[in-house]
């Protein structure tokens, strides 16, 4: 078990939430980092770090005292706060001002799962292992939560074994040994997503697969409301098209047949999904029918929003943040 353990929440996502959920979510923690020190003498710092242009000290302050009992919690709690930055380089700016062996990567809008905590931390065990990460399944609430559980990028919660490998990894679930990561971080890029999926490229490259732990469950909101909706399929299309171009540079996938073909893709893989998917997520049958058209239009706007950015990349990355 680690000795000392740094937990670092950007407190960005939290803004595009529910605020039930970031505060489920510090609910949670809480009891469990509690159990786990019990149980294993472990150090946590809790490392909240925000953007003041996006949230005040003020209201990060009222959060912690309102949803963490700093007189049992088993080590520091403290905020930092870095004007301009946001998501990624938030992750990396925490990383910089923790101070324990690991640092813990947790979104501030995922919910964890019962023992998500030692089901990650227990991987360190290994001295080999560098990094581990969780894994993330979108909660089925509310009428776009049922539909993007059957549809999106995370897969449905299911058994998985203890300890297993994979490509990649998402940045809302993961520990990294801290001067691995701080001779790894993410990718500095003018994107909205994609840095983690860079990341684990680079460390692969390296010789450094991702280790997942088949227990450490965190649950996903979907887009809050329609406005959200809309704005992460505009923002997806920018990243393909942004990633596209870093990676395929004079190919045809980063030309406007690649995009058509990520199209047919994403459409499939929206049919496909519901079908696998239904007998794992507790939805009725009547989502099925209805979870199809939302995943295509949302493949839709993606579309119409990679090809607009063939011509304007930038006024989309001007006019919209997720």
């Avoid at 010789?207 to 923002?235: D, K």
Wanted: aromatic residues 12%.
């Amino acid at each position: 078990m680690p000795p000392s353990v740094t937990l670092v929440l950007e407190w960005e996502n939290a803004l595009l939430a529910e605020m039930a959920r970031p505060l489920e979510m510090l609910n949670r923690l809480s009891r469990q980092v509690i159990d786990y020190a019990a149980a294993n003498k472990t150090r946590f710092e809790l490392l909240i770090v925000f953007n003041p242009e996006d949230v005040s000290p003020e209201f990060v302050d009222g959060v912690i005292s309102d949803h963490i009992d700093g007189k049992k919690w088993p080590g520091k709690i403290r905020k930092e706060s870095a004007i301009g930055l946001h998501y990624y380089d938030l992750k990396n700016f925490g990383a910089q001002k923790a101070v324990s062996d690991i640092v813990l990567f947790l979104d501030s809008d995922v919910i964890p799962d019962d023992n998500w905590l030692p089901a990650l931390l227990d991987v360190f065990d290994d001295p080999d292992i560098q990094f581990v990460a969780g894994n993330t399944y979108m909660a089925p609430d509310g009428f776009l939560g049922k539909c993007f559980a059957l549809t999106w990028n995370f897969p449905a919660k299911e058994d998985k074994p203890d300890l297993f490998t994979q490509g990649g990894f998402y940045a809302n679930n993961i520990a990294f040994r801290r001067e691995f990561f701080l001779a790894n971080p993410f990718p500095s890029e003018d994107c909205y997503r994609g840095q983690c999926g860079q990341l684990a490229s680079n460390l692969s490259q390296k010789g450094y697969l991702t280790h997942v732990s088949g227990r450490a469950w965190v649950s996903h909101p979907a887009p809050n409301g329609l406005e959200h909706y809309v704005v992460r399929a505009i923002a997806k299309g920018y990243d393909n098209q942004y990633w596209s171009t870093r990676r395929h540079s004079g190919g045809l996938l980063a030309k406007p047949v690649g995009t058509v073909r990520r199209f047919a893709v994403g459409c499939a893989k929206v049919l496909i999904n519901t079908v696998k998917r239904y007998p794992k997520v507790k939805v009725g049958f009547g989502y099925v029918i209805v979870a199809i058209p939302v995943g295509l239009t949302y493949q839709l706007i993606v579309l119409g929003s990679e090809l607009f950015c063939y011509a304007r990349p930038q006024a989309i990355r001007r006019r919209f943040s997720i």
